[in-house]
């Protein structure tokens, strides 16, 4: 089983270098990592090139993170796709754990776990600890294995993995998504349309954001039009498979 795992990335050159020395030290064998980055301007490509030379690099204008996956997706060797985000860190044994899940549940076509700030921040922020109340109590992640459909926990592309073909079959994400909210939801979503399953395991990537009040307001504001596009293409599609006499009654 092979991984391509996909990180896209725009101007976070500091915390990028964080999530590739994590990538790069996996206790997995069979894997390669694929930065995809959306437009940067701090030096995120001559870093990449200089201290992680095994990384494949490519570059786009900005179209925004799910166009950057859509050309990990196309450059991707692996028969399972792996994402993170250019904030995150996941721990040495996280495509292992993925790898494991598909093992032991080979009908899902998913594999992902959960994102939270680390121990040390967890206990003294409580903008942090808010998160992971959200995330516990209405997402419903927890410490035991689920497997389920669009109500399982798995489904963040910081914290997930896909069947490469699944991803093909569905046309990968949909890049009229501007944001880095929203755009992993509406996969999830397309995905689970054709009745499949995904699994959750409790392993965690560590998120680098800083908690303060300033970022936790704009992450909430572009999670909030993430959301809105979600609800729009969503209702959109429910409309475009209705029968023609439904969509004429409709007035």
């Given at each position: ?5 996909v ?27 694929i ?34 996956r859509?050309?990990g ?17 996941p721990?040495p ?9 598909y ?34 109590s ?13 109500e ?55 998120h ?44």
């Open positions: 089983m092979r991984f391509s795992v990180v896209p990335t725009c101007n976070r050159k500091a915390t990028l270098r964080q999530t590739l020395a994590a990538l790069a030290t996996q206790d997995y064998a069979d894997y390669e990592i930065v995809v980055d959306d437009g940067s301007t701090d030096g995120t490509q001559k870093m990449v090139g200089a201290e992680f030379p095994q990384v494949r690099y490519f570059r786009q204008a900005n179209r925004g993170p799910a166009a950057a859509n050309v997706i196309r450059q991707a060797t692996g028969d399972i796709i792996a994402f993170t985000d250019d904030d995150c860190v721990p044994d996280w495509l292992t754990r993925l790898a494991d899940g093992k032991r549940y080979p009908h899902v076509v998913g594999v992902g776990g959960y994102l939270e700030a680390s121990d040390g921040v967890l206990k003294d922020n409580i903008l942090a600890r808010y998160e992971r109340h959200i995330a516990r209405l997402y419903c992640v927890g410490d035991t294995e689920y497997v389920g459909h669009f399982c926990p798995a489904g963040g592309t910081n914290n997930l993995s896909y069947h490469r073909s699944i991803l093909e079959q569905i046309g990968g994400f949909d890049d009229t998504f501007p944001y880095a909210a929203g755009e992993d939801a509406d996969l999830k979503w397309r995905i689970c349309q054709t009745n499949a399953q995904l699994l959750f395991v409790p392993v965690k990537v560590t680098l954001q800083p908690y303060i009040w300033k970022t936790f307001k704009r992450q909430a504001y572009f999670r909030g039009k993430g959301r809105a596009h979600f609800d729009l293409s969503t209702s959109r599609r429910h409309l475009a498979v209705l029968p023609f006499s439904v969509l004429s009654d409709a007035g």
